[in-house]
Structure formats: C-alpha cells, structure tokens
C-alpha cells in the first residue's frame, strides 16, 4: 500500500493518482471529516466489486455515494421538497441522506429502490468529484471491524489489497455520519451520529 500525503499545496497531483487508480479498476482509501473512506467510481462495477471483496462485506449491503456538492443530488435521487431545508443546513457535512434513487443507476447501492448520499466537508471531494464523477465510499474497514484511523490500521487490515491510501494531518472523528431517510414526507433517524436529532428536527420541516 502506497500512502501519500495529502494537502492543499499537491491537491492537482493528488487527484491525478487517484484517478488513475480508479482507470485501474483500484479503490483508494480516503480520509473525510469523519472516518477514511473506500471509494471508487460509482458506474464502476469492477472496482465496486473488489470494494465487496476486499472489505469482506455481504453483497445484500449497500453502497453510498458521495457527491461534490448537494446541487447533485438530483442527478442521482429525489426527495420530498419539505427536506430541502435540512439539506441545506447540513450538506456539505456529516450527515448521510436516504431518498428515492433514479431507476437507470448501476447496481451496488440501490436497495428498494432508495440510495444513500453524502456530500463530504472534506476539501477533496469538489475537484475530485469533478474529475471523476460521483463516488461510492464505505468506511475502510474489514466487514465487522472498527474503521481505520491511521496508516498502519489501513495496512494491518487491508495489506496491498487497497493499493492507495490518502492521509491529511487531520485525525479522523471517532463519530461516524448520522444517517436519515428522506424517502416520505417525515424525517426517520436510521442512525445518529455527528449531526444529533434534535438539530435536524430544529430546521423548519425537519419535524414534518
């Protein structure tokens, strides 16, 4: 596993590397405001499946996908208008949206017809994002084990199974994304995490 360092003054270069990862079919981990991320092209069914593979993770879960900035939203999903409030209050941030998912998506993320969708804080995520499209990302950890927060977790777990690691000198928050579904016209907390429930029933028809 390559590690490389990440920050403001190599971003171009940085996302070159990636980038040509992802044209290898190779996911890269990541590091958000959260936790590190293993991610990938979202219509790249190769790399989506060594995501599977290299995690350990069940093939009836899921995938999120991450996008550079929540005006994208609609090009993957949809939600009740009375959301928007809370999109724009908390997006770009630590919070996982589920809505309705556009019927013509690739497989690996779509379960009942509903997606998840986050839109990173992290720096990166906007010119990389523009470079190579929406992203599925996961939490980079082995299927049942806690997410890396350095380097040498990332080797201990994955070894050269994940060729690319990208580390900033921002350590990762202990506290995953809350997760809410957005798929009805009343917000469900499926998981709290950074953003708490009483902050996202505080915006207006946050509550609805």
């Known amino acids: 596993m390559r590690v490389l360092p990440l920050s403001e003054g190599n971003l171009v270069s940085i996302i070159d590397e990636i980038a040509r990862a992802f044209e ?59 959301h928007s409030g809370i999109i724009e209050r908390f997006m770009p941030g630590p919070l996982t949206i589920v809505i309705r998912a ?36 996961t939490s980079a950890n082995l299927h049942g084990m806690d997410p ?12 050269d199974s994940v060729p690319l690691m990208l580390v900033d000198d921002i350590e990762p928050d202990t506290v995953p994304s809350t997760i809410i579904d957005l798929t009805g016209e009343k917000v469900v907390i499926v998981r709290e995490g950074r953003v708490k429930t009483i902050e996202i029933m505080g915006v207006p028809d946050g509550g609805s």
């Open 102 to 137: 556009r019927s013509d998506l690739p497989e690996g993320f779509v379960r009942d017809g509903t997606i998840a969708v986050r839109v990173p804080e992290h720096p990166l995520y906007r010119p990389l994002c523009a470079r190579v499209g929406p992203m599925v990302m």
């Open 24 to 82: 290898r079919h190779e996911p890269v981990i990541l590091p958000t405001e959260t936790l590190y991320g293993l991610a990938c092209p979202y219509d790249d069914r190769e790399c989506i499946a060594r995501i599977f593979s290299v995690k350990g993770r069940p093939l009836e879960m899921t995938l999120p996908v991450t996008v550079s900035r929540r005006e994208q939203i609609g090009s993957i999903g949809h939600y009740p208008l009375g």
């Open 148 to 159: 890396v927060r350095t380097a040498d977790e990332a080797r201990g777990q994955f070894g």
